[in-house]
């Protein structure tokens, strides 16, 4: 074997010194991808803890917003369970109430005929009681002892009673 060439040994030192150049230059772009990753790696972890901690806080405030709407849902139906009562209770006042009413609306049909005998009865009270007379002399034209509204039943009684008229309104 022979000993190299200056020539051959340049192009060994130089392709040498490339080789280590190039190695240099890897290792600081390994360096650089190995901080990026680091940063990337601390920016993703910052992150996680942020939306983790905003997903901590949004499940507390849907827990929080559940338990008020519990809340309020237990007092709307405390409510509904009040005002049914409520209706309840007008319904069996409406019942209560219903035949008066109708007694009432059957009473203002017959005011006005109920006034005329009203008004009949007041001039009746007025002209007072018929003067007693001797039942056994009947009043010309007028109806015969037998005839009187009696059923004949009624005979061991007073033949016949004054009528008075009256109001009591």
Do not use: W, Y
């Amino acid at each position: 074997m022979s000993a190299p060439q200056p020539l051959q040994i340049r192009e060994a030192n130089a392709h040498l010194a490339a080789v280590h150049r190039r190695a240099a230059e890897l290792e600081a772009r390994l360096d650089a991808a190995e901080r990026t990753v680091r940063a990337q790696a601390e920016r993703l972890a910052r992150h996680d803890q942020q939306l983790r901690a905003a997903l901590d806080e949004l499940g507390r405030a849907k827990d929080c917003e559940i338990a008020a709407l519990q809340e309020q849902l237990l007092t709307s139906e405390a409510t509904v369970h009040s005002l049914e009562a409520a209706v309840r209770q007008k319904d069996e006042l409406i019942g209560q109430l219903q035949p008066r009413a109708e007694l009432l609306q059957d009473i203002c049909r017959r005011r006005s005929p109920l006034a005329g005998l009203l008004a009949t009865l007041v001039e009746a009270e007025r002209l007072g009681p018929l003067p007693t007379r001797d039942p056994s002399h009947p009043l010309p034209g007028g109806p015969s002892p037998h005839l009187d509204n009696s059923t004949g039943e009624e005979e061991e009684r007073d033949h016949l009673q004054p009528a008075v008229f009256g109001t009591t309104v």
